[in-house]
C-alpha cells in the first residue's frame, strides 16, 4: 500500500468490501473472490482468524482454521489489518468506506459490503467490577492466545454461555488455579440443551474433552457472582446460588454473560435489526440493498454457522455462482441448534439487580448505577450525565445498561469507532488511484 501523505486518504476500489476476517467473513470472501470479484477485507485484528481463531503472530494456527486461511490466501481477497471502520456513506451504486488504518486514511470504494462484525460480550455491572483483576471471559482467552501467564493463580469463570467451558480449559492447562466455573443457568436448562445435542456427536465429544481438564474443579450451574471485594485490586467474590451466599478469595475473575452482535455498523446504515441482530433474508441480504450480513452479527450460533453464512453471502454477491441447497439444509440445521443454546443460556431476572446504586456502570466516564437508572432512555441519560460517551463509545457499558434497564438502542452517528482527527478530516486527492491491483474482476457485471 502506497504511503500516505499529509491529510490523503489512500483509496482502494473493490467490487465487494468485507468487514472483519472470523470465519465469517473469511468465508464470504473466499467465495467471492474465487468467484472472479475483486474483494477487500478489512479487519481491526492483526491476523486474519477473528477472535475465536486468535493466534499470535508467526504461531501456529489453530488446527480448524488453517483450511479457510489458506483458502483466503489463495482467492485473491486482499486482507488489510489493524483497520477499524468508522463510518460509510452510499451513494448511487456505491459505497465509500472511511476506515482508520492503523492511524492512517483508508477510504475503499466497492458495490457491495459484506458486514462480518462479530460479535462482543456482554458485561453486567456489580460493586467491584473494574477492580484491577476482574476481566472478561473473552479477554482472558484472548490474553492467553497473546501468551500471558495465569500461573499460579486464584481464578475464578462466571458468566454464561458454552465459552466458559474452553477458556476454563485453557486456564487449566496454562497451570492457573481454577477455583470454580459458575454457570448463572439453571441446571436443568443446561441439562436439555446438552440432551438436544444427540444430533451433534462431534460437539459434545469437545465438550466432553474440555470439562476433563478441570475435572477437579467444580462447574456450578444457577450460580453466580455479586460482588468483588479489594483495596487496590482483586481479592476476593462474593458467590450466590440463590440459596447461600458466600466469598471466595481469588486473583482473577472472568466474567461475561454470553455474546451480543456488533450491529452499530449496519445501523448506521439503516439495516432492520431484530432482536438485537441484523435481519437477513436467506441469501444473508439485509434490507438496504447491496449489503449482506454473516456470523454472530445476525444472531449468535458459532463458528460452523458462521462458516456456512459466509459461504452463502459470498456466493450471493457474485454473478457467477450459486447458493447450493447444500449450504442451506446445513444453515437450517445449525439455527435449530443455535436457538436451543439461547433459550437454554437466557439470562435470569436476578441478575437485573446487581449493581447498587454506587456501582460505576461507565468507566470511561465513571458514572455511576444510580446516576441513570431513573433516565427513560439511553439519549435521557447519556444528554445527563455522558454515560456511554466515553473513548469506548458505550461499547462495554450500554448493552448492560440497556439489559438492566430496558432501553432501546440509541442511534448510531459516525465515528462509530474511536479514531484520529486527522483519519476523519482526510480527503482523496484530486489524482488519487487506486493502491491495490487485481489480477481480474467480473464486477461489470453488476454495471
Not at 486482507?79 to 492512517?104: K, M, N, P, R, Y
Not at 481479592?235 to 471466595?248: A, D, I, K, M, Y
Not at 465513571?366 to 446516576?371: I, N, T
Amino acid at each position: 500500500m502506497a504511503p500516505l501523505a499529509g491529510t490523503d486518504a489512500t483509496l482502494i476500489v473493490a467490487d465487494v468490501a468485507v468487514i472483519g476476517a472470523g470465519p465469517a467473513g473469511i468465508a464470504a470472501a473466499t467465495r467471492a473472490a474465487e468467484s472472479g470479484l475483486r474483494v477487500v477485507v478489512l479487519d481491526r485484528g492483526l491476523e486474519t482468524g477473528g477472535q475465536i481463531w486468535r493466534h499470535m503472530s508467526g504461531g501456529p494456527v489453530p488446527r480448524i482454521a488453517q483450511h479457510w486461511i489458506a483458502q483466503l490466501s489463495r482467492s485473491g481477497a486482499q486482507v488489510i489489518h489493524g483497520t477499524s471502520v468508522v463510518d460509510v456513506q452510499h451513494e448511487d451504486a456505491e459505497f465509500e468506506i472511511l476506515a482508520d488504518s492503523s492511524g492512517s486514511a483508508l477510504r475503499v470504494r466497492a458495490g457491495r459490503i459484506i458486514l462480518a462484525t462479530g460479535a462482543r460480550e456482554l458485561f453486567i455491572p456489580f460493586d467491584g467490577w473494574t477492580l484491577p483483576g476482574v476481566m472478561g471471559i473473552g479477554g482472558a482467552q484472548a490474553l492467553l492466545k497473546s501468551g500471558a501467564s495465569f500461573a499460579g493463580k486464584r481464578v475464578i469463570i462466571a458468566g454464561s454461555g458454552p465459552l466458559m467451558l474452553p477458556v476454563a480449559a485453557s486456564l487449566a492447562n496454562s497451570g492457573a488455579k481454577l477455583i470454580l466455573v459458575a454457570e448463572q443457568a439453571r441446571r436443568s436448562a443446561v441439562m436439555r440443551f446438552a440432551a438436544g445435542l444427540w444430533r451433534a456427536p462431534a460437539l459434545v465429544a469437545q465438550a466432553a474433552r474440555y470439562r476433563a481438564r478441570f475435572l477437579s474443579t467444580s462447574y456450578s450451574t444457577g450460580t453466580w457472582v455479586t460482588a468483588a471485594h479489594g483495596a487496590d485490586r482483586l481479592e476476593s467474590v462474593t458467590v450466590t446460588n440463590g440459596r447461600r451466599t458466600w466469598r471466595e478469595a481469588v486473583d482473577v475473575l472472568c466474567t461475561g454473560y454470553g455474546l451480543i452482535p456488533n450491529v452499530e455498523l449496519a445501523r448506521l446504515l439503516g439495516c432492520e435489526t431484530r432482536d438485537g441482530a441484523i435481519a437477513v433474508d436467506a441469501q444473508q441480504r439485509t434490507t438496504v440493498a447491496n449489503v449482506l450480513a454473516v456470523g454472530e452479527a445476525t444472531g449468535i450460533g458459532g463458528a460452523p454457522l458462521s462458516l456456512i453464512e459466509g459461504e452463502i453471502a459470498g456466493s450471493a454477491v457474485s454473478p457467477r455462482a450459486r447458493v447450493s441447497d447444500a449450504l442451506l439444509r446445513k444453515r437450517a440445521a445449525l439455527e435449530i441448534a443455535a436457538r436451543r443454546m439461547l433459550d437454554a443460556f437466557a439470562l435470569r431476572q436476578e441478575l437485573r439487580s446487581l449493581p447498587s446504586a454506587e456501582t460505576i456502570v461507565c468507566r470511561c466516564e465513571d458514572v455511576s448505577y444510580g446516576a441513570v437508572k431513573d433516565s427513560v432512555c439511553a439519549r435521557q441519560a447519556k444528554l445527563y450525565t455522558r454515560v456511554g460517551m466515553g473513548p469506548c463509545q458505550g461499547r462495554t457499558c450500554m448493552p448492560g445498561l440497556d439489559f438492566l434497564l430496558a432501553w432501546q438502542p440509541d442511534t448510531v452517528r459516525p465515528p462509530i469507532e474511536p479514531a484520529l482527527v486527522s483519519v476523519l478530516s482526510s480527503e482523496l486527492a484530486d489524482d488519487a488511484a487506486a493502491s491495490i491491483l487485481f489480477n481480474s474482476s467480473v464486477g461489470d457485471a453488476y454495471q
